[in-house]
């Protein structure tokens, strides 16, 4: 018998399943050291090893649990082997071997071959879910660079153009935020930039006014100013129709889209000299 024909018989082995004659010869095998078995029977453990985690725990029988009690406390009664059946003299009969179990052999076969697949699965779906998470978040690091980018160019361009006013934002009351207001009059487009500002708390934001006179029609909402963890924010503001403002007012609104009038407290406001 070849040893890639005792592959199988190492699984029955390795589960308690061989038959008592199988399991001697095979077991003298490998006492010779064999490296392919010992191989082989590393791989049947590891894949036993693993067929209870796949498996629905089931609570015994009382009789099972009776039966395991009588073999534990060594009532059971022994098996009483058999002596050698006598044969007449003359011509021997051939032995017959006995059928093997190939049934068990097949269901083990494909028990491994199942727990192989799900292990295998298991294994690929953990490293796909990984590679998406950080796909995700590489994203998002993207995104976020991204806008930074876009409002670091709008105020190197806001810097570059003559025609651009700095006005001081300073908060209400005493606070370490600061802001200041990046204006250009002649092409009506700004940039809001503040530092070491507060988050907005839950079910509130904060928006940028552009005052241009004093009735409440001239209060011109700019946009949400989005804070960051840090603090940090920028906001680039754009008008097509000419505007003058006097002055630049952030206020702590509640949250809420199309907000076209001031109902919250300001905190941050700055005139323009």
């Known amino acids: ?130 590679k998406d998470d950080l796909l995700r978040q590489r994203d998002a690091e993207l995104s976020g660079l991204k806008v930074e980018v876009k409002n670091a160019s709008s105020v190197i361009n806001m810097l570059h153009s003559p025609d651009t006013m700095i006005v001081n934002v300073p908060p209400v009351e005493k606070s370490p935020a600061e802001a200041r207001m990046l204006w250009n009059a002649k092409s009506n487009t700004g940039v809001f930039v503040g530092s070491n500002l507060k988050p907005a708390a839950p079910g509130r934001c904060y928006e940028l006014w552009l005052i241009v006179g004093d009735k409440p029609a001239d209060k011109l909402a700019a946009g949400k100013v989005e804070v960051s963890p840090s603090g940090d924010t920028t906001l680039s503001v754009a008008w097509k129709d000419p505007v003058h403002p006097v002055i630049f007012a952030l206020t702590d609104e509640p949250d809420r889209p199309n907000i076209v009038d001031p109902q919250g407290p300001a905190v941050m406001v700055g005139k323009i000299n």
């Open 1 to 130: 018998m070849l040893c890639a024909d005792r592959r199988d018989l190492i699984l029955l082995l390795a589960s308690g399943a061989l038959e008592a004659a199988e399991e001697r010869e095979l077991r003298a095998h490998l006492a010779t050291g064999c490296p392919q078995c010992a191989g082989y029977v590393a791989e049947a453990q590891a894949v036993w090893s693993q067929i209870p985690m796949g498996l629905t725990p089931v609570m015994p029988s009382p009789a099972a649990r009776e039966l395991l009690r009588i073999k534990v406390e060594g009532t059971m009664p022994q098996a009483v082997e058999s002596g050698p059946i006598p044969i007449s003299r003359g011509r021997q009969p051939s032995p017959v071997p006995a059928p093997k179990k190939w049934g068990a052999v097949f269901a083990a076969s494909g028990i491994a071959a199942a727990v192989a697949a799900g292990i295998t699965f298991l294994a690929l779906n953990g490293v796909i879910k990984q």
